[in-house]
């Protein structure tokens, strides 16, 4: 399997704040890299797809890049509701697998 | 618009057999990849598998011993059937629809997940 690992697992920032989420996959992966958002009680929502393809409808603020083994995940100007907990996922092979999640805050 | 919705019993006893089935409403369930997801409480996403509207499966291999999928495209369905439950496997789940294309690999769609409790 692929390992997924996102750093940093939380992390606190205020409204306007620039915030980058990376995750690391154990192996190659060339862009097969997702980037979903979760809030409390909701389904996971695609932001990112292939690294660095905005999905329709999210906001331009949001931005992915990277390749191989290395991604990050850019919100260039926090909103109120950009709070929640951010997932990448590989799609290289199955089993498909997530990464374990970084927790964005209110500061 | 398409749209998803899981549904089976929300209580599941141990050692037996969790069913679950996803609806697929608004569009054809034709020519996509169907997963199952699942998410314990207060933690992260874990992939149990997929199925085709052709029938081919690709399972998680943590759980393929326990895991059968199946598609019924003439009700727009495809079904989770997970047995020999622990209360390890109480999670929300969820079904999301995968595309497949030579732009990427991602799950654009997603039911809003239902909560299935291993309980005696």
């Known amino acids: 399997d692929i390992q997924m690992t996102q750093s940093p697992s939380s992390l606190s920032a205020s409204v306007g704040d620039r915030v980058t989420i990376t995750c690391r996959a154990s192996q190659n992966i060339t862009t097969y890299l997702n980037w979903y958002q979760q809030k409390p009680g909701k389904a996971p929502k695609l932001l990112i797809y292939?690294?660095?393809s905005l999905q329709s409808g999210v906001p331009s603020r949001f931005s992915g890049s990277g390749s191989g083994t290395d991604f990050t995940l850019t919100i260039s100007s926090l909103q109120p509701e950009d709070f929640a907990t951010y997932y990448c996922q590989q799609s290289y092979s199955t089993p498909r697998t997530f990464g374990q999640g970084t927790k964005v805050e209110i500061k | 618009q398409v749209q998803l919705q899981e549904s089976g019993p929300g209580l599941v006893k141990p050692s037996e057999t969790l069913s679950l089935t996803c609806s697929v409403s608004?569009?054809?369930?034709?020519?996509?990849?169907w997963s199952w997801i699942r998410q314990p409480a207060g933690k992260g996403l874990e992939w149990i598998g997929r199925i085709s509207t052709s029938g081919n499966t690709n399972y998680s291999p943590s759980l393929q011993s326990r895991v059968t999928m199946s598609v019924d495209t003439s009700k727009n369905q495809f079904s989770l059937n997970l047995n020999s439950v622990t209360a390890a496997d109480t999670a929300v789940y969820y079904c999301?629809?995968?595309?497949?294309?030579?732009?990427?690999?991602?799950?654009?769609?997603w039911g809003r997940g239902t909560l299935v409790s291993v309980s005696s």
């Open positions: 999301a629809r995968e595309i497949s294309a030579a732009s990427g690999r991602y799950f654009d769609l």
């Open positions: 292939a690294a660095s």
């Open positions: 608004g569009g054809s369930i034709n020519n996509y990849y």
